[in-house]
């Protein structure tokens, strides 16, 4: 069975400090790594994708990802209340075009005022 | 990133009906689009797999009779939830995959529907 885990949270960081999301995944011939962001209510907004190992950024996003450590992270600078949310780790299934996402339960970030 | 549409938004029907929830692709052609379910302080559930033109894939335990789905064209899936009960009550939401000018296949997510059965 393959499986993403993440820690469930919550996470809590003051305000302008920087947050740090985890997740391990099991399956090791997975390409496509994904952080979605699901505010209460709504449905998941992709924040950032990363499909080599290393880091990505995108503003305040990063994206780090070791294949070799099954482990991919994703850290967000200058935390803002605005960020508060859960955050989705999700993995291709398989290599091949349009193959469905496995998601991980989600950690739930807290950035307190 | 790209945009879908979900539609309705919302919807209370009584026990026994059928429903139909639309999802669109409204920028880029959609090669394939995923259903999914949430229930409350959950993580979404893969319902279902469909590509254009062709039948859906659906998850284990997911009944294709009850959950029926259509992938007409690249920008439009549809869901149909039949002879609804109260235990199908649950946020469907679905995502569309094309390839993206990365050179991958992101998935982006349509805003979901809220389905109450009475």
């Known amino acids: 069975q393959k499986e993403v885990e993440q820690n469930s949270g919550p996470l809590s960081v003051p305000e302008g400090a920087i947050a740090s999301l985890n997740c391990t995944y099991s399956d090791r011939g997975s390409q496509s790594f994904f952080w979605y962001r699901q505010y209460s209510g709504k449905s998941p907004e992709l924040i950032m994708f990363i499909y080599s190992n290393g880091d990505k950024e995108d503003g305040r996003f990063t994206a780090q990802l070791n294949k070799a450590s099954q482990y991919v992270s994703l850290l967000i600078r200058d935390s803002q209340p605005s960020d508060s949310a859960t955050y989705l780790c999700a993995v291709n299934r398989g290599t091949e075009a349009g193959t469905a996402l496995i998601f991980g339960k989600g950690t739930t970030l807290s950035v307190s005022s | 990133g790209a945009v879908v549409s979900q539609h309705p938004s919302r919807v209370i029907c009584k026990s026994g009906t059928s429903v139909k929830i639309e999802c669109r692709s409204l920028?880029?052609?959609?090669?394939?689009m995923f259903w999914y379910r949430q229930f409350p302080k959950q993580s979404l559930m893969l319902m279902a797999t469909s590509n254009e033109g062709s039948k859906a894939t659906y998850e284990q335990g997911v009944e294709k009779d009850k959950f029926l789905i259509n992938h007409a064209s690249l920008t439009l899936s549809t869901l149909t939830v039949t002879s609804a009960h109260p235990e199908d009550s649950s946020f469907y939401i679905c995502s569309a995959s094309g390839l993206s000018g990365s050179g991958g296949y992101e998935q982006y997510f349509g805003p979901g529907t809220r389905l109450t059965v009475t």
């Open positions: 920028d880029f052609q959609a090669t394939t």
